[in-house]
T-cell receptor, first 115, second 114 residues
Framework: GNSVTQMEGPVTLSEEAFLTINCTYT??????LFWYVQYPGEGLQLLLK?????DKGSNKGFEATYRKETTSFHLEKGSVQVSDSAVYFC??????????????FGSGTRLSIRP | EPEVTQTPSHQVTQMGQEVILRCVPI?????FYWYRQILGQKVEFLVS????????KSEIFDDQFSVERPDGSNFTLKIRSTKLEDSAMYFC????????????FGPGTRLTVL
């Protein structure tokens, strides 16, 4: 079946530290991969995505590369800010144009950044 | 920028009561979804809807749940007889008809069953 496994939290870092949140996936077919972010009290926002192997998604200083050989999509940021404190969800969809393509989410990683 | 909206933001109900959660997807989108997130847990897929019918539903989406697109703009989730374990944040999402396309999420409705 299709599933996403991501690094358990919470993760606490100091401002300007380097961030990595690990994510691996299992999928039948060729998934699209996503990172969603949920700020406190808010809904889900797409942070970045990659739709095929070796694609790199990037946004707001965050990056993730679709690695088919290791079935991974790790999230990285070179210098985190207090405003990055949120819950981060790795996710995938599988299916073509005619498919409704539900999203399968990982369990989420809570990130807290200290000033 | 167009966005998905949901009402109400918070719904409190008694166990056994019916609730209807409402969503207005982005107007030119073709696929519609409901997800839920029990407090502190992962976001779980409930149901997808396309061309006026259910495309896929999860094991959670039992006979107590139903969805409807009554007027071409709203997309509703009905729970006929709520249970305590239905307490969760319910998210609506929509996407255009693109392969691998992004799903746009609403802000959620927090349902509390007492």
């Amino acid at each position: 079946g299709n599933s996403v496994t991501q690094m358990e939290g919470p993760v606490t870092l100091s401002e300007e530290a380097f961030l990595t949140i690990n994510c691996t996936y299992t999928a039948t077919g060729y998934p699209s991969l996503f990172w969603y972010v949920q700020y406190p009290g808010e809904g889900l926002q797409l942070l970045l995505k990659a739709t095929k192997a070796d694609d790199k998604g990037s946004n707001k200083g965050f990056e993730a590369t679709y690695r088919k050989e290791t079935t991974s999509f790790h999230l990285e940021k070179g210098s985190v800010q207090v405003s990055d404190s949120a819950v981060y969800f790795c996710a995938l969809t599988v299916g073509g144009r005619s498919s409704a393509s539900k999203i399968i989410f990982g369990s989420g990683t809570r990130l807290s950044i200290r000033p | 920028e167009p966005e998905v909206t949901q009402t109400p933001s918070h719904q409190v109900t008694q166990m056994g009561q019916e609730v209807i959660l409402r969503c207005v997807p982005i107007s030119n989108h073709l696929y519609f979804y409901w997800y839920r997130q029990i407090l502190g847990q992962k976001v779980e897929f409930l149901v997808s809807f396309y061309n006026n019918e259910i495309s896929e539903k999860s094991e959670i989406f039992d006979d107590q749940f139903s969805v409807e697109r009554p007027d071409g703009s709203n997309f509703t989730l009905k729970i006929r007889s709520t249970k305590l374990e239905d307490s969760a944040m319910y998210f609506c999402a929509s996407r255009p008809g693109l392969a691998g396309g992004e799903q746009f999420f609403g802000p959620g409705t927090r349902l509390t069953v007492l």
